[in-house]
T-cell receptor
């Protein structure tokens, strides 16, 4: 089966600009996650979707970050305006449902904010 | 905040030796998983151990879990160059069912 697809793989922007990341999960996976991974650290959960509803967004900086999964399949994560500390890899993962234990990750989108 | 804390942060060993990484966590978990991340790539699931299990094997991997000490270890036997990667533990928390990752151990296998 196809894996989790993410784009773009790399993005360089100036601070205060905006950026959007796209994720296509594994077909049939109801649960989709966005993680932020700062260099040298483990992934930190930003938001979790179950189909097109938000299950958890407690660690999403909502003043600048937004995410949607309108049709319960693809998802986009947007940052506006970006700050220097947003430089990180943004990982998308999916699982069969919220109770499934195994997450399948995409390759990630590396963001550099100058 | 991160749930798991791995140690060591970095580990270099000779090819063929065994590598042991440890993970400690703070709150009650339903299960604990280990993932591998090669440089510039996403994480790949390696093995899962449930809270009622003490040890699990998969190929060259051996995982132990001690819920009384809130700790787990991952042993990779007969290491290979391809094992060079970062390894993360991730706990599914009983409190809110979240899967929370630790900071990871960077493993480097020397030829």
């Amino acid at each position: 089966e196809a894996g989790v697809a993410q784009s773009p793989r790399y993005k360089i922007i100036e601070k205060r600009q905006s950026v959007a990341f796209w994720c296509n999960p594994i077909s049939g996976h109801a649960t989709l996650y966005w993680y932020q991974q700062i260099l040298g650290q483990g992934p930190k959960l930003l938001i979790q979707f179950q189909n097109n509803g938000v299950v958890d967004d407690s660690q999403l900086p909502k003043d600048r970050f937004s995410a949607e999964r309108l049709k319960g399949v693809d998802s986009t994560l947007k940052i506006q305006p970006a700050k220097l500390e947003d430089s990180a890899v943004y990982l998308c993962a999916s699982s069969l449902d919220s109770g499934a234990n195994v997450l399948t990750f995409g390759a990630g989108s590396r963001l550099t904010v100058l | 905040s991160q749930q798991g804390e791995e140690d060591p942060q970095a580990l270099s060993i000779q090819e063929g030796e065994n590598a042991t990484m440890n993970c400690s966590y703070k709150t009650s978990i339903n299960n604990l998983q280990w993932y591998r991340q090669n440089s510039g790539r996403g994480l790949v699931h390696l093995i899962l151990i449930r809270s009622n299990e003490r040890e699990k094997h998969s190929g060259r991997l051996r995982v132990t879990l001690d819920t009384s000490k809130k700790s787990s270890s991952l042993l990779i036997t007969a290491s290979r160059a391809a094992d060079t990667a970062s390894y993360f533990c991730a706990g599914r928390m009983n409190r809110d069912d979240k899967i929370i990752f630790g900071k990871g151990t960077r493993l480097h296998i020397l030829p």
